[in-house]
């Protein structure tokens, strides 16, 4: 069965400082897809990011990076120079395929308070 | 665009009403999604469409009826709910089933059951 774990269940930071969401996955597929998504208070979970598994490059996105490691099974997310704004829970997630529909086995996310 | 709408925001219900939560995306995604998240916990899948036809069902309970008119629009129908289900009712969709593309997310529905 695929798992995805996240074992931080609630991170606070000081504003401007660097933070790293951990995640690790469990899966016996050869192909698989990995998201990050964020849940703000307002309770909309927002797209962030996919990566396939035959993709390891690290990806950057302004102050948002992602760390893929197949040999460790990880997929860590990095915010570097936090902001208030970026407060949420983050959730990683693994694509399994089933009836031909896709299915999204969550972690049970990571609780980021960024403050002032 | 990539907006998926629900409404309503917020409802609250007895126990003997019938309510429908609706969600709409125009983004041409054929798969569409309900789940149902409690707090501080991830959302739990509920249901699937595949081109408009019901293709997962994750031993959801009868009072919870899913129905998907078109390519747009997902309704759940609701009917002698039990206070348990008060949780947030969040509708996604997504562009191809298959495990490769991204899910939107709609704000969720926030269900209150009296």
């Known amino acids: 069965a695929q798992k995805v774990t996240q074992a931080q269940t609630e991170i606070s930071v000081v504003e401007k400082e660097d933070v790293t969401l951990d995640c690790v996955y469990e899966t016996r597929d050869t192909t698989y897809y990995l998201f990050w998504y964020k849940q703000p208070p307002s309770g909309e979970l927002v797209f962030l990011i996919r990566r396939n598994s035959f993709d390891e490059q690290n990806e950057i996105s302004g102050r948002y990076s992602w760390n893929f490691q197949k040999s460790t099974s990880s997929f860590n997310f990095t915010i570097t120079a936090s902001q208030v704004v970026d407060s949420a829970v983050y959730f990683c997630?693994?694509?399994?395929?089933?009836?031909?529909?896709?299915?999204?086995?969550f972690g049970q996310g990571t609780r980021l308070t960024i403050n002032p | 665009d990539t907006e998926v709408t629900q409404t309503p925001k917020h409802l609250v219900m007895g126990m003997t009403n019938k309510k429908s939560l609706k969600c709409e995306q125009h983004m041409g995604h054929r798969a569409m999604y309900w789940y149902k998240q409690k707090a501080k916990k991830p959302p739990e899948l509920m249901f699937v469409y595949s081109y408009e036809k019901l293709s997962i069902n994750e031993s959801v309970p009868s009072r919870f009826s899913p129905e998907c008119p078109n390519s747009s629009l997902l309704n759940l129908h609701l009917h002698a709910l039990q206070p348990e289900d008060s949780a947030l009712y969040l509708c996604?969709?997504?562009?191809?089933?298959?495990?490769?593309?991204?899910?939107?997310f709609g704000p969720g529905t926030r269900l209150t059951v009296t």
């Open positions: 996604a969709s997504s562009q191809v089933i298959g495990g490769s593309y991204e899910q939107y």
């Open positions: 997630a693994l694509s399994e395929p089933a009836q031909g529909a896709q299915k999204l086995v």
